[in-house]
């Protein structure tokens, strides 16, 4: 059987791919088993609606891949010289601006920095949606 998807479904099943570490069968069957449980829980994972979000930036003709958790508000950089997971985007945002132009005041606000991978949106279109935190 083909399972065909629109170019949104499909970032959505590449996403879930990196951050559960694993195929796009296994993104399918795991989603399945979810809904199959009738309980409301995942097995074995998290709710995607809670989940990490993928995210992007690009400076000084890089791409920066990062993923963003709702939760904490935190962003991780997934590799490069700023990879590592910071507090806040804005936080991630200037470490991408020292790593890569030391020269420049490295301070951004991280919410308009990052675009969200599958809607090609800021970040800030789903802080409100998606952050328990919005608005503190």
Do not use: C
């Amino acid at each position: 059987m083909e399972l065909r998807l629109d170019k949104e479904d499909a970032a959505k099943v590449t996403l879930l791919k990196r951050a559960w570490g694993m195929d796009g069968a296994g993104v399918v069957h795991r989603l399945l088993e979810y809904f199959e449980s009738g309980e409301g829980e995942a097995v074995g994972a998290p709710v995607v609606s809670t989940g990490m979000v993928g995210v992007y930036a690009r400076y000084e003709g890089h791409r920066i891949d990062a993923e963003f958790d709702p939760g904490s508000e935190s962003v991780t950089i997934l590799s490069g010289p700023a990879a590592g997971r910071y507090k806040s985007p804005s936080g991630a945002a200037t470490a991408v601006l020292q790593a890569y132009n030391p020269e420049v005041a490295p301070h951004r606000n991280g919410w308009s920095f990052w675009v969200v991978g599958a809607s090609g949106a800021r970040l800030q279109s789903i802080r409100g949606a998606q952050s328990p935190k919005a608005g503190k």
